[in-house]
C-alpha cells in the first residue's frame, strides 16, 4: 500500500479565541508537509507513523492541521504533539471522525527555530490496500490577517481512486439579528466593602458562536484583568473578533460589585452568537476571579432561555496565592508586586490563611449568582369584534399526559405504557435526561445508565420511582395507555433544584479493558471530602459498571471542588487498576456523571512515599525507593548528622509511578559533591518535590 500527500493548499484565518491569546508580530511564508511522504504498508492490525512538519514558521501564533484517511484501509490510533510546540502553548484537540484527525495550538509565541514537528498522527492499518492522506493546514497571526500556506506533496498514483477537489472555504456569513437579553450579576459574598467578603472589578459580558476554553494556562489578557481588574484587553479583543455578536465592559467605580450588591446590563445574542460568558476580578485576591463560560442562551428549539444559576470563584493561575497584602492589589490593601507562578486556570481553594489577609475575605461556595432574562416585546392585542360563537364538542380525551421538569434532578415515574417499551437509554433521549438511576429492590442498591454509555440499559417499568438529571428542564409530553401493574393515577415530577446548588444524586460509569475471563470486578468510588464511598461488583463478561451516589432526602452528595478516587478491584481484594482522582467541576453537576475507563493493569500511586534505602547498612552504594501520586520534578539531598549537605542529586522530572526496585529506584554512590567517598556513619536523606517532602536515615558501614 503507498500512500501520499493531497494538496488542498487551502488558505485561512483563525481569530484568536477570546480570553485566551495574546496579539504579536509576526512574517509570513510556512511550508507544511507530511514525512514520509510515501509508506508501504504493514500487514493489517500493524501500525504506521507520519510526522507533521513545519518549514519557515519562527514567528507562527497558532495552527491547526487536519488529517484525513481511507477508514476501509486505516483507523486513527493516535495524535502528539510534536517538538515545534514550545511550553506554555494552548493545545486545541480537533475532534475527531471515522476519517479524519486533527490536533492545533495557539497562544505559542516567536520562537528562534521556526523548524520543526507539529504533530505525529498513528493509524493502525485496516486493510492492506493503496490509498491517500490528505494535509489541511491552518496558520493563524493573533492580527487575524491571512497567511500563505505552502502544502507540499501531491495526488496519489497506483490502484486508489482519486481523492476529490477540496472546495473553497465561504466567507463567514453576517450576524443574524438577536434579541436582548437582560443580564444581572449578583456578588453572593458577605461582609463590609474593604473589611470583608470580595469585591468584584467591573465585570465583561459577551455574546459569541462557541463555548469558551479556559483550560490551560491564561493569556496575557486573562492575567491582566486577574491582577488588575482591567478589562479593556479582553473588550478590544471581542470587538473585533467576527465570532462575537455582542460586548458589555462596565468600567470605573460605577462598574464595580461590592458584597451583596448587584448590576444588571442588556446585551443582545442570536442564533449564531448563542453563548454568554462573563468575568470579574476578585479585587482582594492576587488573581482570582469569577467566571461564567459559554452559558447558552436558547434551547435545542431556538427559543431564548431564562434562568438563574450560581458561578464559582477561579484561579488564573499566574500569580501565587500567598495571601501577601503587598500582593493583592485591592483595598484595603493596595499592594503593587507580583508573586509569579505557572499554572493552569482551575477553581479556587479560597483564601488559604498564609500571609496577612485576614478570613474575613475567605469565602465557601459560589461567590455569585447571575440571573439571565429574555427581552421581548409583547404586541398590543388588536381589538377583535365580537362574534357569536357555536358551541364546540370536545374531542374525546387523548391518552396524554404532560409533566414539568425543573432544570437538573427530578425524581419521576412514567405515566403511561408506551406501544414500545422504554429501556434507560430511550427514556433518556426522550426527556433530554444525562443520566437514569433505578433502586433494585432485590440488591437493595441504586443502579446507574449515562446518556453516552452503549447499549439500552434496563427496562423503565410503571410504578416505578427514577432517579433522572434533565440540565434544561421544560415540559415533556408522554403518550399510551394506562398501566396494568400501577395504581398511580397522577405521578408527578418532584421539584428540581438550581445547579450547582445541590446535587443529590451523581453517576461514575465507564467500561473495563483488558479483563481476565472468569474474573469479577469491583469498582469502588469515593469522595475524599465526604468520605462517602459507592461500590459496583462487575463480571469480566459484562464489562460497563455504573457506580451511584444518591440521598432521595435531598441533600448534596457531591459539590464543585470535590475530588473522586475511583479504583478497581479483583475478586482477590487487590488493587488492579488506579487509584484515579478526579476534581469534579460545575459541568460534571450540570450532567451529574462522570465517564471514564478502567484498565486492568494500570495502576497508580494512591500517595507521594519515601521508602527506606536498601541495603542499609551498605557500603559502598545504595538504592533509595519512592513512589509518585502526581508527575514532578524530584530533587535528593544526602545530610550528615551537623545538617551540611554532602551530596544533591536532581533526578529532574519524574512521572507519576512507582520507582521501588534496583532499576527504578534512586542511586547514591556513596560520594560527595567533590566526588570524594564519605566516611562511614549516620546520614539522613531528604526527596523533595514542590508538594511533598519527606526525610528518612541510613547507615554506612565500612
Do not use: C
Not at 139 to 168: F, H, K, L, N, Y
Not at 231 to 238: C, I, K, T, V
Not at 277 to 298: K, R
Amino acid at each position: 500500500m503507498t500512500y501520499q500527500i493531497v494538496n488542498p493548499s487551502k488558505f485561512f484565518v483563525i481569530l484568536a479565541a477570546l480570553m485566551l491569546f495574546a496579539v504579536q508580530s509576526m512574517t509570513y511564508g510556512q511550508t507544511i508537509s507530511i514525512d514520509p511522504a510515501t509508506i508501504e504498508s504493514p500487514a493489517a492490525g500493524e501500525q504506521l507513523t507520519v510526522n507533521i512538519n513545519i518549514a519557515d514558521g519562527a514567528n507562527v501564533a497558532g495552527y491547526q492541521v487536519t488529517v484525513t484517511f481511507d477508514s476501509t484501509a486505516l483507523s486513527n490510533a493516535s495524535i502528539a504533539n510534536g517538538d515545534y510546540l514550545p511550553a506554555g502553548a494552548f493545545v486545541a484537540p480537533i475532534p475527531a471522525t471515522d476519517t479524519s484527525v486533527g490536533l492545533g495550538a495557539t497562544a505559542i509565541g516567536a520562537t528562534s527555530d521556526g523548524d520543526g514537528t507539529l504533530a505525529t498522527v498513528t493509524f493502525t492499518v485496516v486493510e492492506a490496500k493503496s490509498s491517500a492522506i490528505g494535509l489541511e493546514a491552518i496558520i493563524s497571526d493573533p492580527a487575524a490577517a491571512p497567511i500563505a500556506v505552502t502544502v507540499e506533496g501531491g495526488m496519489v498514483t497506483g490502484p486508489a481512486s482519486e481523492m476529490p477537489e477540496t472546495p473553497e472555504t465561504p466567507e463567514m456569513p453576517e450576524m443574524p439579528a438577536g434579541i436582548e437579553f437582560s443580564v444581572t450579576l449578583t456578588n453572593l459574598t458577605m461582609g463590609v466593602p474593604t473589611q470583608g467578603g470580595q469585591i468584584f472589578s467591573p465585570p465583561l459580558f459577551m455574546t459569541h458562536t462557541d463555548r469558551l476554553a479556559f483550560e490551560g494556562p491564561a493569556s496575557n489578557q486573562l492575567r491582566i484583568l486577574a491582577e488588575t481588574g482591567n478589562n479593556q484587553p479582553y473588550a478590544e479583543l471581542g470587538r473585533a473578533s467576527s465570532q462575537v455578536a455582542d460586548v458589555v465592559a462596565l468600567e470605573g467605580i460605577e462598574g464595580v460589585v461590592v458584597p451583596g450588591a448587584s448590576t444588571t446590563i442588556t446585551i443582545t445574542a442570536n442564533m449564531d452568537a448563542s453563548y454568554l460568558s462573563l468575568v470579574a476580578m476578585l479585587v482582594q485576591t492576587n488573581d482570582g476571579i469569577v467566571m461564567g463560560a459559554g452559558l447558552p442562551l436558547f434551547d435545542e428549539d431556538g427559543n431564548p432561555r431564562s434562568f438563574t444559576m450560581d458561578l464559582m470563584a477561579y484561579d488564573a493561575g499566574t500569580e501565587e496565592n500567598n495571601e501577601l497584602a503587598t500582593h493583592v492589589p485591592g483595598p484595603p490593601f493596595g499592594g503593587n508586586e507580583r508573586a509569579p507562578t505557572e499554572e493552569d486556570v482551575h477553581l479556587h481553594p479560597g483564601i488559604t490563611g498564609v500571609g496577612d489577609v485576614g478570613p474575613e475575605f475567605n469565602w465557601t461556595g459560589p461567590v455569585a449568582s447571575v440571573i439571565v432574562e429574555a427581552v421581548v416585546e409583547v404586541p398590543e392585542e388588536p381589538e377583535v369584534p365580537e362574534v357569536p360563537v357555536e358551541p364546540v364538542i370536545p374531542p374525546e380525551p387523548k391518552n396524554m399526559f404532560e409533566m414539568a421538569l425543573a432544570p437538573g434532578l427530578n425524581m419521576i415515574s412514567l405515566p403511561l405504557m408506551p406501544a414500545e417499551p422504554h429501556t434507560a437509554s430511550s427514556f433518556a433521549e426522550a426527556i433530554g435526561a444525562t443520566i437514569v438511576i433505578r433502586f433494585d429492590t432485590a440488591m437493595q442498591e441504586f443502579v446507574g445508565f449515562t446518556a453516552d454509555q452503549e447499549g439500552d440499559g434496563f427496562l423503565i417499568e410503571g410504578g416505578q420511582g427514577y432517579i433522572v438529571n434533565v440540565p434544561g428542564g421544560g415540559m415533556v409530553t408522554f403518550e399510551g395507555t394506562a398501566w396494568d401493574n400501577t395504581m398511580e393515577e397522577d405521578p408527578a415530577a418532584a421539584p428540581g433544584i438550581e445547579l450547582p446548588s445541590t446535587t443529590w444524586a451523581f453517576v461514575v460509569s465507564g467500561d473495563l479493558l483488558e479483563t481476565e475471563v472468569g474474573v469479577s470486578y469491583t469498582v469502588v468510588a469515593k469522595n475524599r471530602r465526604t468520605g462517602e464511598g459507592t461500590t459496583r461488583r462487575v463480571s469480566s463478561g459484562h464489562r460497563e459498571f455504573g457506580t451511584v451516589w444518591a440521598d432521595l432526602s435531598r441533600n448534596s452528595v457531591i459539590e464543585a471542588g470535590d475530588t473522586l478516587e475511583v479504583m478497581l478491584f479483583d475478586d482477590m481484594g487487590n488493587i488492579v487498576s488506579g487509584p484515579f482522582t478526579h476534581k469534579v467541576g460545575v459541568e460534571d453537576l450540570r450532567k451529574a456523571y462522570l465517564s471514564l475507563s478502567l484498565t486492568v493493569g494500570d495502576m497508580h500511586p494512591a500517595e507521594t512515599i519515601l521508602g527506606q534505602n536498601f541495603p542499609n547498612p551498605f557500603n559502598p552504594e545504595t538504592w533509595i525507593p519512592y513512589q509518585l501520586e502526581q508527575s514532578a520534578d524530584i530533587v535528593l539531598q544526602i545530610y550528615d548528622t551537623s545538617g551540611g549537605i554532602v551530596r544533591t542529586i536532581d533526578l529532574g522530572f519524574k512521572p507519576q509511578g512507582f520507582y521501588m526496585t534496583r532499576s527504578t529506584a534512586a542511586y547514591w554512590d556513596g560520594r560527595n559533591n567533590m566526588g570524594e567517598q564519605v566516611a562511614s556513619g549516620v546520614y539522613f536523606y531528604s526527596l523533595q518535590t514542590p508538594d511533598f517532602s519527606a526525610t528518612r536515615k541510613m547507615l554506612i558501614l565500612k
